[in-house]
């Protein structure tokens, strides 16, 4: 038996504050420091005073992309859905820069909205200017103080997990602060190691996390890094280290085998094997489950109580605890408005138990409209593979090509009647029987032809309550949409984030604001599982916080995991025999993420940390039939577009490329494989 220690961990995400002070920072990276001076306020008056150095922590806060930003736009910071198998669009890729990354259209010289490694080392420098002007100021107390460097640490770490998660290895500053004007050498350095970047940030978030508040204080606060969510992203990374890619397996061999630093020869990825990681990586996710306040857990999943609308649950399951109360089983609650309520703005985003870290999303709400039907003034095209339809189970927890007699799964023919499946869902008379008896999560997700749009915003009558199909001569079809690109090529739509009152067009059209999850606790829940689960025959002691927990493949504790994320979307669970074989388990895992986790900017990172990644892109994107008429439209066909014969599959994107001018300006740097 090993014993390994795992320190405390907090991560923090802050919201974008208006300041009463405009900060004016120049377009400098590590390297280039000049300009950290208002136009106002000189940097001596800032350290002179709490209250500006407060408002200068926050500017670098503010530095960050909305996180919604992972669809298109100049605010993307990461390729997103677009670059996954679970999206598509014909919208331009100026625009959808993660359709642009995928067709190779990027590069080391051009990397478009992406080129944000000069933006987060510009955070990092102005934390450690706070680091290291902080006591100038004299009118601090010692917890005022306290909490700003707290949030600093958080700010600089979270900067750095920027940096890592996107482009691979970086360069790790500490607390040093880099003098003006001199030589290039004086300048030159190395990239550290993934392992060390990876411990340091982990560290980092660690360190933050002692003297974060638990949780904020207020719905202006809404937003602000949290002890909890230091703690969860910890959980993240410690998952993704000890994943195939990093922890020396078969894909860290394949596509880093021969990456090393050309000053000392050492691979940049781990080539050896260390199955402690996953240890530390249950570890990490538990110690949220066990988060506490006022003697109640301080996260759990966000669910809404059955009503007369909620439908039975299938009684035809070989699960004992099925029928029981949620969270025992799925009984008590509505799986389609617990799942899809967090999303679409219906459930006050700031009291949402399930959400770690979530922030307001403008940018996210304002992209809804490219989803929506041209009918109702949208640009009807954001879209959803039929990967991603087929991966959703049936009501009754059977795949597609096993379902029961009780819900059956067809490929032919249509509904013969119209009926309230959920509360204010409606599941149309002539809707194709492929769509029908499915679990709640893909009602909540996934716009499909013949699909009801309540729009109830508007008062227009000809704008709302609309039947939308996607046929080819139909209003929303590839002939009938006013712009040939505004129509979804795969004849799928994301509706995950469309609230029933959402509206682009006509008489008091409006849209409810939308919260952007950047961890949830259905992703700790799932974490915690996949890590017990690849454990496999060996034991290890992790001590956390002061308390030692051993950690083995322990199927009870798979299980209940992965059932709280199942029993909430009106799912069985899993059951022993299920989760015998550990490879298959990991696989049903993999299925559980990408369905749960649909459009949240998961995908693109699960898919390489697994080594998947080429395998999973290469499968062409399919769709219906949306070329042909009703008659032909249902049909699995490979779309014709340039954009799914021209993707590309390279190992290289397994990392963004380092930009070509830092790459220029360090003679010891490395770029990233490939490119």
Known sequence: MKIYNIKKAVVIKL????????????????????????????????????????????????????????????????????????????????????????????????????????????????????????????????????????????????????????????????????????????????????????????????????????????????????????????????????????????????????????????HYIQQTYDPRRWAVAAAAAKRVIDLQQDGLPMYRLHTVEADDKTPPLPTNVNDPDYLKTFPEGAAGIDPFHSYLDMFNGETVMNINPEFIWARNSTILRDYTRHSFPVANGGWNGMCVTQKIVDAYEMVDGRTINDASEEYPYDESGFTNERKELYREYYLNANVYNMYVNREARFYASVGFSEGFWLMGSTSDNTQKNLTVTYYNDSPNGKSGAPNPNDHPMTGY??????????????????????????????????????????????????????????????????????????????????????????????????????????????????VRRWGDYETSESEPIKGMNTAGTRDTYYQRVVPTSYRISNRVVNRKMIFLPIPKAEMLRLPSFDQNPGW
């Open 493 to 606: 739509v994301l509706r995950k984030y469309v609230n029933p009152i959402d509206a682009w067009a006509g008489t008091s059209a409006r849209r409810i604001d939308k919260p952007f999850p950047i961890i949830r606790y259905a992703e700790i829940l799932l974490s915690y599982a996949e890590a017990v689960n690849q454990l496999g025959g060996e034991t290890f002691t992790i001590e956390v916080d002061g308390q030692a927990q051993t950690f083995s493949r322990d199927i009870g504790e798979i299980k209940k995991a992965i059932n709280l994320v199942r029993y909430r979307a009106g799912l069985p669970g899993l059951q022993d025999a299920d989760l015998a074989d550990q490879a298959i388990v990991l696989n049903k895992i993999k299925k559980e993420r990408m369905v749960e986790f649909l459009y949240e900017n998961r995908r693109y990172f699960d």
């Open 15 to 266: 919201i974008t504050l208006s300041l009463s002070v405009a900060w004016a920072l120049s377009s400098c990276d590590f390297l280039n420091i000049d300009g950290y001076v208002d136009n106002e306020l000189k940097l001596d008056s800032i350290f002179a005073s709490k209250r500006y150095i407060e408002a200068f922590m926050w500017d670098a806060a503010a530095q960050f992309p909305d996180e919604g930003a992972i669809f298109g736009g100049g605010n993307m910071y990461t390729p997103g859905p677009m670059a996954t198998d679970e999206a598509f669009c014909l919208f331009g890729s100026g625009e959808f820069q993660g359709m642009a990354f995928v067709l190779g259209e990027l590069n080391d010289a051009n990397l478009g909205n992406f080129n944000r490694w000069g933006q987060w080392y510009r955070i990092i420098r102005q934390c450690n200017t706070i680091f290291a002007r902080i006591d100038e100021a004299s009118d601090w107390t010692a917890v005022e103080r306290l909490n700003v460097i707290s949030y600093t640490r958080f700010i600089r770490a979270y900067a750095y997990y920027n940096l890592l998660m996107n482009f691979g290895p970086v360069v790790l500053l500490g607390d040093e602060m880099l003098n003006n004007n001199e030589d290039i050498t004086y300048y030159d350095r190395p990239r550290d190691l993934y392992d060390d970047c990876m411990e340091y940030i982990c560290s980092e978030f660690e360190e933050a996390a002692l003297y974060l508040p638990p949780k904020v204080n207020s719905v202006l606060e809404y937003g602000r890094p949290t002890k909890g969510a230091a703690l969860a992203l910890v959980a993240r990374l410690r998952l993704i280290h000890a994943s195939d890619l990093f922890n020396g397996g078969r894909s860290a061999r394949t596509y880093f085998g021969s990456w090393t630093r050309k000053t000392d020869g050492q």
